[in-house]
């Protein structure tokens, strides 16, 4: 939940609300208004913590603390995510050994760098009647980087283009 969903004092628009008061206890169901008087005789802020719940779940706490504690956790769990881009490489099905060498080796660089790699082999006009070339090429490709990738998806025709797409092998 992000601290702008978040509802505080007057915001709160609902006849009763469940209580936590400043020290985590339960207070029970208690009329909206009171609720909002204890929150100002303590000095603090009454927020919404669950909207969803019948009645709604609001807590005495210091909002501004609340909110900065929120924005730590998002930040903490962003800092866990890992990126990870898909780049692509075009080639046609009657491309030269020294164009798909150079090719394979940019492959491998974007493997190395942890990325996955969704590799396409464009087919024109009556190219289309053989199919059967951008296979042969998609698996030299396969051939030339060994065994630095693991398959995710089979080579397979979508259009005009045939394409697979490889990841890096795993570290674990």
Same mark, same amino acid.
């Given at each position: 939940?992000?601290s702008? /969903? !978040?509802?505080i ?7 009763? #609300?469940?209580? *936590?008061?400043?020290? &985590?206890?339960q207070?029970?169901?208690?009329p909206?208004i009171?609720?909002i008087?204890l ?5 603090? /802020? !009454?927020v919404?913590?669950a909207?969803?719940?019948n009645?709604? #779940?609001?807590? *005495?706490?210091?909002? &501004?603390?609340?909110?900065?504690e929120?924005e730590?956790?998002s930040?903490e769990?962003k800092?866990?995510?890992?990126l990870?881009?898909i780049?692509?490489i ?20 974007f493997?190395a760098?942890?990325?996955k790699?969704?590799i396409?082999?464009?087919f024109?006009?009556r190219e ?9 090429v998609?698996?030299k490709?396969?051939e030339?980087?060994?065994d630095?990738y693991?398959?995710?998806?089979e080579?397979?025709?979508?259009g005009r283009?045939?394409s ?9």
């Amino acid at each position: 939940m992000s601290s702008k /969903d !978040l509802r505080i004092n007057e915001a709160i628009r609902v006849r009763e #609300v469940r209580l *936590i008061d400043g020290n &985590g206890e339960q207070r029970g169901i208690v009329p909206t208004i009171e609720a909002i008087r204890l929150a100002k005789e303590a000095g603090m /802020d !009454l927020v919404e913590v669950a909207p969803q719940a019948n009645p709604p #779940v609001c807590k *005495i706490l210091d909002y &501004g603390k609340y909110k900065f504690e929120l924005e730590k956790k998002s930040r903490e769990s962003k800092k866990k995510q890992k990126l990870i881009k898909i780049k692509e490489i075009r080639m046609q099905p009657k491309i030269e050994d020294h164009d798909l060498q150079f090719k394979s080796k940019h492959i491998q660089e974007f493997l190395a760098e942890g990325n996955k790699v969704k590799i396409t082999v464009r087919f024109r006009g009556r190219e289309l009647a053989h199919t059967d070339r951008g296979l042969l090429v998609l698996n030299k490709v396969l051939e030339l980087l060994g065994d630095t990738y693991v398959l995710e998806k089979e080579p397979s025709m979508e259009g005009r283009f045939m394409s697979m797409v490889i990841a890096p092998k795993g570290k674990k």
